[in-house]
């Protein structure tokens, strides 16, 4: 338990100083008192931010660890989703008296791809 704490804090703490920012340009910005103004007014996730701004140009060079491992771990997702959930609906919409299959889930299940 007490291994599983610690691997999870450090963790936690190499995740956290990607999050951190660029100390040295807040730096160099409070000593000058200029203001560096962002890629864009829009936020990131805006429609319209593709039409006015070069999203790349606003993205930081470190990307968030995480967003690597989701690239990593997808596939697995997707296995996990064709071997395990999809039989799963399938068992249970052949019984829904038994199992609580309701028009809602069959609608969900009916919209995947």
Same mark, same amino acid.
């Given at each position: 338990m007490r291994t599983t704490a610690l691997a999870v804090g450090m +963790? +936690? +703490?190499a995740t956290a100083a990607g999050c951190a920012? %660029?100390?040295q340009q807040q730096t160099s910005a409070d000593a000058d008192g200029s203001y560096t103004p962002p890629a864009s #007014? !829009?936020?990131v996730m805006d429609p319209t931010s +593709? #039409? !006015?701004t070069d999203v790349a140009a606003g993205a930081s060079p470190s990307d968030n660890p995480w967003r690597w491992s989701g690239f990593l771990l997808h596939p697995l997702g997707v296995a996990m989703d064709y071997g395990l %959930?999809?039989?799963i609906y399938t068992l249970t919409s052949k019984m829904p008296y038994l199992f609580g299959y309701t028009s809602e889930d069959s609608m969900l299940d009916s919209q995947r791809r």
């Open positions: +963790l +936690l +703490l920012g %660029n100390h #007014i !829009y936020s +593709l #039409i !006015y %959930n999809r039989p």
